[in-house]
């Protein structure tokens, strides 16, 4: 699932991208001249985008409907399960670590009087959980905008509503790609990560890796 | 050369007959209530005591998209779905690009577009291209009682319209605020001269101008951020103070 | 207000239900996918499509057309380039002809009223009850009463002689059409001037001057077309008219001049030209019968003098004379066109007549054309059966001087029928014409409806008249038809023949008015008379012209040209002092005056506003209002009233006012007009309508035939329209 979505999401991005062709707001002028060559026209480009779109959307929505019991609910209990003061402090040490780096992070900590030992995470840390909220609600903004954009080509969207349609789309997928590009280092290249990416194909990660990045998570499937 | 297609009018012959509207209509399938082209009235100023001395005192000005050479229809579109045709000059909609959002209608001076009502995209005029193509002139040129309008590409100079542009002299209608260079020119003089409105952005797209940087900033900072973490993860050897020593062999092997 | 029907989905589901199903799918469904998915219709009508000719019918103009024609939907109408008089245009109207052929609200099956009249309660009928029906009701007028107990009214239009021939055979001899309501008084005057009804040459002429005509808005070709050519060549516009029309506001001098005191302005000029001998000697001494007479009988009426009729400045008159008679012989007055306006319309135009007379500009470039002869012969039929029982005049007989025997006038004939005297007129046949809408004075053309047995009615759309008959007959459209060659007068375009055939075969159960008069001649013991097609009729009119028909078929017209100047070299004038006559030896005769002796119209009375009647290019007299294209140029009507003249009653721009006469009333909008007199008002023909088959026009603005009372010029019986006064008081006040 999270391979459809990743995968969706990336050729909507870019196509999405290559949709904008107007100087005022096109930054890389020459990607959507490129895209409209690979796909023969704007138009094949807009159709392209359009049906991945709602692929994209559908799928979601049937898998939000088949797994609501399984999937969905416990996914939305752990992303809103926060310990405000312990995950408050993990994303102050982790980013300070991630950023300068551990001896950095005990002078700062040191010096501001906090404890650098980085607290311990579930089975998403807070900052996968701050990311997961922008990146499921903003998908669905994104969706419902982008919707808006195709109920106008049949009539049943004035071009009030499509104007603020097009912006929420353009401000909701550029905040959520900001994330996404986080996650994406966070998810594959940063260190120690590896067994987490492994575990996106496998669906398992080795106990140590566990142990280190999600305690709270391994204690609670020990108990049970 | 490439073609500039235009319309060069004499406005001192239109008599408001209304003639082109109707064969524009007809021909296109324009909808009730909408227009691709109009005719402007000017009155004599009923205010002036001697305003019926004054001879020829109504003017007639024939018009419709003037396919401008800085079309500001096309800097509003988000899309590209409307665009000038570099071959013949003509500023055309895509008919399966346009979203209909409409942007481009209120940044047109003239208020040349429309949304279709059941087509959903935006309509205006295009010089008639299937009449074109099979060989014809624009459906309002030729239905003309008294020939005011004259097609033709102004970059030939053996063009009707090309002569009469050199023979004569001839003023474009514009807004001062909003000169899209107009390729509509009529002979000698027209009136009236200033109903062309400033070219407008609707509210949200004028958001979108100021957010787009707004975003793109934002997301810099994130992947000057990612880039950061990145160049330490690479330069600098991190290790964790004390921790536990599996944590680290696993990291080193 | 925005009418339900747009316009191409009133199409497209009309076409569906009419069951031309092809045709539906050829305008194109879009069925509500991503656009991008449905198939791409222009690549569609890059082919060429079929083209055929037709002319339009749209207007009496009768401009030559190529119809567009996609899979057996006609989607285009454009101006032949061939056809001279139009000068290659086809104005708005004719751009709608494509709307009057696929308008919902067209007539389709015969209907039989069922209700009262107008009630608008209606029984389909077939046609053979339909024309069983008409036929049984003739024939039991004719019984009854007698022949001549069927009126018929033809309006313009190609098959109309039909009509004509049929009133022959059937023996009525009260035949009467649109002419009476529109440029007898004209005719009139020119014939008894210079012999025959010339045409302007408006292309060709330098100064001028136009009188109760509006050529810019009553567009009448080449006349409209070659005026402003005329005007970019250097000839001066000069226009009288109490309205700034759009010729007026487009002319180098407009005059507001006094309704009805043209006659005046005219004398006036014959006053000047005549007395600082402005005019050819020579000539007046070789071509014009009368100088003398008109030299003394117009000393009295000096520029001095008509100003104070017209309320134009003297000095404009005297210099206008001047200027008109310096530009001679290529100068003008412009005969006009409708002139149903005065009960001495004729006179009027006998004094404009004059004018011209003494510029000499007939026959010559610039000036008055004699008609061409077009070359069309005479069909051959029949002689007309001779009814013993019936009456041996028409009508109207003698209320009228000099009534055009063939014309009538339709004023009197309705006088007659209510009155019942001299003898009883029981029956109405009508074809494509609307008095109900065009003749002055609506209430008593229903008063008159009242009396009869049998109104049949054969129009295109549910016309007011339609609506208040008894059985109504669908006809279709000219581009639906196959008509006779029509000969018409192109003035410096030259004379020409047109002939139709049909572009589309006739939709739903419409028939052309010759298939509906030759079942009911079959039905009448009539076949003899009516026992030819279209073809074979065509056949004999083109006997003298080989070339006709193979012109017609590759060029949609015939032109047979000949000399446009010079046509009376050498030969005598068509009057009886076989000159052009300044002075009338039969008006002399009979007692009317020879050379117009003024009189001054009726002056208003207190608070009252003389309403005039007027033309535009986007409709067709009263007939066109309904059609969905026209409609949405003009929804609806409004009163012109002066700026000055309704503040005096407290009425503001767009406010809702009740106009009464003592023919009737109305309520419309109001439109403050500085481009008006402040005695005088204006509204547009026909809104207000009673007709609900009207659907888009229906409930929109009053109907000023409500209004105009009825009267009659005294020499040609033409309908004087502009005699009326009406009150006008806000929505209320009445």
Redesign the interface.
Known sequence: MHWFNAGCWIFLFLTGLG???????Q?FTSW?TILRIVFG???????AH?IVGITWAGGFLLYGIIRLKSDVIPFFREIFNVDIHRDFLWLITKGI???????AL?IIAEKFGFS?IIPDQGFYNIGQKIFAIPAVFGGIVIVVSGVT??L????M?S??L???A??IH??TV??V???L??HV?MAS????EQ?AFISMFTGSV?E??A??HHKLWLDEVKKS | MNKQLAMVIDSSVCIDCKACTLACKVENNVPEGKWRNWVKRSEPDFNKPDWMVHSTSFHFQPGGCMHCEVPTCVQACPTGATYKDEKDGAVKVDPKLCIGCGSCIPACPYGARYRHPTRNIVDKCDYCEKRRARGELPACVVTCPTKARVFGDINDPKSDAALLLKKNQSVRVINKESDTKPNMYYLSATAPLNWPVKAKMPDPIQLWKMAGPLIWGIVGLNAIGVLIMLGKQILMNDKAPETDESHEETRQS | MTSPIETPLSRRSFLKWSGAATAAAAVGGKAPVLYALTPDETKKSFAKPDSRYSVCGMCLNACGLVARVENGVITKLDPNQKFLKSRGMLCARGNAGIQQLYDPDRLKYPLLRKGERGEGKWERISWDQALDLAAAKMTEIAEKYTRCGVMFTPGSDSQSLFVHWFAEVFGSYNVSTHESSCLLSRNRAYLDTFGEVPFADILHTKYIIVAGANPFEALITPDSIDLMTAKKNGCKIVVLDPRFTKTAGLAHEWHPIRPGTDMAFFLALSHVITSEKLYNETYAQEKLSGIEQLTEHVCQYSPEWAEKECEIPAADIRRIARELAAAAPTAIVYPGRRTSDYVNSTQIRRSMAIVNALLGNWDSPGGLLAARQVGLSGPELPEAPFYDDNPEHRLDKGMAHMMFEEEGAFKHMRDAIISQKPYPVKGWFIYRYNPLQSAANRQKTIEMMKQLDFVVTVDIAMSDTAWMSDLVLPAPSVLERQDPASGLQGSAACACVVARDPVVPALFESRPVFEILKGLAGRMKLTEYFDFTMEEYRKQQFKLLPDADRAIREDGVYYNPSKLYGIYEGKIYKTLSKKIELYNERYAQMGVDPIPVYQSPKTNPVNQFRLVVGRNAYFTHCTTQNNALLNELMPDNSLWIHPVAAKKLDIKDGERVEVTSNAGKGELSVSLNNGIREDTVYMASGFGVLSKGLTRVYGKGACIAELIEDYADDISGNMAMHETFIRVAKKGAL
């Open positions: 949709l904008i062709q107007n100087d005022d707001l930054p959507p026209g704007g138009a094949n480009l807009l159709l359009e670590q991630m950023t300068l780096g551990y001896r005990g650098p954009m195709i106008s080509q049949v009539g969207a071009t009030e499509v104007q603020w097009i912006l353009f401000i550029g905040l790609f900001a994330g590009l986080i280092f290249i940063a260190a120690g067994p080795p140590d890796y142990r280190h």
